[in-house]
């Protein structure tokens, strides 16, 4: 098998993303690191965005291209599902939404919105009063978001609500999302996933003890918290 390189982060959620499904997949790979922007970055990326994925002399950017580059190219193992539910398009369709939604409102309003801009925050010396009464507006929206996620995850997830997010098996949904919750659940903010998305909530919990979760936990915002 040709050699699999990623150019990415750790610290990177969509970088994540593509780690875990390697590692699920059991796809041996070498992570070259780069920072966004940064001359490896930009070298395979005119755009400068991570991850890249290197394997069998292309270059694939983009982690929706990379994720059907995966799906395209490697083989699932034996007694595991595959990641893009097989002859079941209600699931594919669900799976789409998911992906979409984790890669647009998600990241946006709780990554970007509030993650990013309470570490901003935290780095300036501000006090959390002060973190906090800055922060209202995005809280405030983010409060909307997860209990928007919660009526989605009500209507996909498995098991009246304990399986993965489409379904009763992982899938590159639970690939896209848990990253993005990782980092918000290691701030304060994470009893707002407690309070307005408990379904999600315990999703998360049940993800954060998956191996290939813990496998690719060093480096991540979260680690970087303990």
């Known amino acids: 098998m040709a050699k699999v390189q990623l150019v990415g982060a750790e610290i990177s959620t969509f970088t994540r993303t593509i780690r875990m499904a390697l590692e699920y997949l059991q796809i041996p790979y070498e992570l070259l690191h780069a920072a966004p922007h940064s001359a490896l970055a930009n070298k395979y990326n005119p755009f ?11 270059v694939i950017n983009e982690t929706l291209a990379i994720r059907q580059y995966i799906d395209g190219t490697f083989k699932t193992p034996d007694k595991l599902p595959a990641l893009s539910p097989e002859n079941d398009f209600q699931k594919i369709m669900s ?3 998911w992906i979409s939604v984790s890669s647009d409102y998600v990241f946006r ?4 919105s509030m993650c990013k801009k309470r570490y901003a925050l935290e780095a300036e010396g501000k006090s959390e009063a002060e973190i906090q009464e800055i922060m209202k507006e995005p809280i405030e929206h983010a ?4 209990s928007k996620l919660e009526i989605m995850f009500k209507r996909t997830s498995g098991c009246n609500g304990d399986g993965f997010v489409v379904g009763n098996t992982l899938t590159w949904a639970d690939l896209f999302l848990f990253p993005i919750f990782a980092d918000i659940c290691a701030l304060p903010e994470r009893k707002l996933v407690e309070q307005e998305s408990p379904l999600v909530f315990a999703w998360f919990k049940r993800m954060e003890g998956l191996a290939i979760s ?3 936990f060093p480096g991540t915002v979260a680690s970087a918290r303990l």
């Open 143 to 146: 409060r909307e978001v997860l």
């Open 48 to 58: 400068g965005k991570i991850p890249t994925m290197i394997h069998d002399g292309q």
């Open 214 to 216: 813990r496998k690719t």
């Open 95 to 97: 799976m789409v939404t």
């Open 109 to 112: 309003d709780l990554n970007l």
